[in-house]
């Protein structure tokens, strides 16, 4: 079974400052990692991916994560926040396409303050 | 790039009374098309799972006869609520993969009250 947590549901930033929100996953096979973003009444937006390859993995809106295998961890990060990087980030798993579902994280809400 | 339409965005319905949620694949075949339900603050939660003109894969605890799934075309999937109640209210979002590597496109989601 495959399973994320997001530590830290809520995590506030000053515009400038560097943006991390943390991902851990559980995976009994090589995982697929996912970062999305979600506005106000909207669907989910694809920030990157990792599915094989550089660990390193950018995305849009200056965006990156580094997947680590012996962390477990695949890590949202953003070098300087601006206002509109406010929303709900979620990050996910899937299990290779054997299934094809996708599971989530809780979500971490990002507050980013003028 | 791949779009989803889902429709309605909006929908106020009655206690006891049926709603469709559609979400269309615009630009590729939806091959399988994910349903997910999220509660004010919440995660997104798979309701269940669907392949071109087999019955849906259902998660535990989701009531099949309540969220009717059906994915009878490449890129049509419908999910109706039956006989909705006001702990149906939520936002559903569907979610399609297709033929254009591996990726998943959502709908804008659809937020469902029933009053």
């Known amino acids: 079974a495959q399973s994320v947590t997001q530590l830290g549901s809520h995590v506030s930033v000053s515009e400038g400052a560097l943006v991390l929100l943390r991902c851990n996953y559980s995976s009994s096979v090589p995982p697929y990692l996912f970062w999305y973003v979600q506005y106000p009444n909207q669907g989910l937006q694809l920030l990157l991916k990792?599915?094989?390859?550089?660990?390193l993995v950018k995305g849009i809106n200056g965006f990156e994560a580094e997947f680590k295998k012996s962390e477990t961890s695949f890590h949202l990060t953003k070098p300087s926040a601006h206002m509109s990087d406010a929303a709900e980030y979620f990050c996910?798993?899937?299990?290779?396409?054997?299934?094809?579902?996708?599971?989530f994280g809780q979500g971490t809400t990002l507050q980013v303050k003028p | 790039g791949a779009v989803v339409s889902q429709h309605p965005s909006r929908v106020i319905c009655k206690s006891g009374t049926s709603v469709k949620i559609e979400c269309r694949s615009l630009d590729f075949q939806a091959t399988t098309m994910f349903w997910y339900r999220q509660f004010p603050k919440q995660s997104l939660m798979l309701m269940a799972t669907?392949?071109?003109?087999?019955?849906?894969?259902?998660e535990q605890g989701v009531e099949k006869d309540k969220f009717l799934i059906n994915h009878a075309s490449l890129t049509l999937s419908t999910l109706t609520v039956t006989s909705a109640h006001p702990e149906d209210s939520s936002f559903y979002i569907c979610?399609?993969?297709?033929?254009?590597?591996?990726?998943?496109?959502f709908g804008s989601g659809t937020r469902l009250t029933v009053v």
């Open positions: 996910a798993v899937s299990d290779q396409g054997n299934t094809g579902k996708l599971i």
């Open positions: 990792y599915t094989t390859g550089a660990t």
């Open positions: 669907s392949n071109e003109g087999s019955k849906a894969t259902y």
């Open positions: 979610s399609a993969r297709g033929d254009r590597g591996y990726g998943y496109t």
